[in-house]
């Protein structure tokens, strides 16, 4: 069983900064792409940042030179330092992993998961 764990969501003042954890954990044999993704109410879940194993970053435009995506691959861990935060960033934010698993016949199996969501306010 794969498991995304999420943390460090809270809220924030226009202009703030919040750091974004997320690990996976259990039987993981390989973790390929991991990234982010942010739902606000009514929207659709779009993408802010993803990274290859191989450390490749891909942004979306509105958050280019703010947001910054990170992993360590040792830890099966990615985060996500946003900078300089704007209401419009209020949003639940999804970590997304394509993890490989094996079982007991060596097979190996290829899924898309997702993390619970954190909560992201960004107020006065």
């Known amino acids: 069983q794969v498991q995304l764990v999420e943390s460090g969501g809270g809220l924030v003042q226009p202009g703030g900064s919040l750091r974004l954890s997320c690990a996976a954990s259990g039987s993981i044999f390989r973790i390929n792409d991991m990234g982010w993704y942010r739902q606000a109410p009514d929207m659709q879940r779009e993408l802010v940042a993803t990274m290859s194993k191989g450390g490749s970053s891909n942004y979306a435009d509105s958050v280019k030179g703010r947001f910054t995506i990170s992993r360590d691959n040792a830890e099966n861990t990615v985060y996500l330092q946003m900078n300089s935060l704007k209401p419009e960033d209020t949003a639940v934010y999804y970590c997304?992993?394509?993890?490989?698993?094996?079982?007991?016949?060596?097979?190996?199996?290829?899924?898309?998961?997702w993390g619970q969501g954190t909560q992201v306010t960004v107020s006065s």
């Open positions: 997304n992993a394509d993890i490989a698993t094996m079982d007991p016949f060596n097979v190996l199996y290829e899924s898309n998961y």
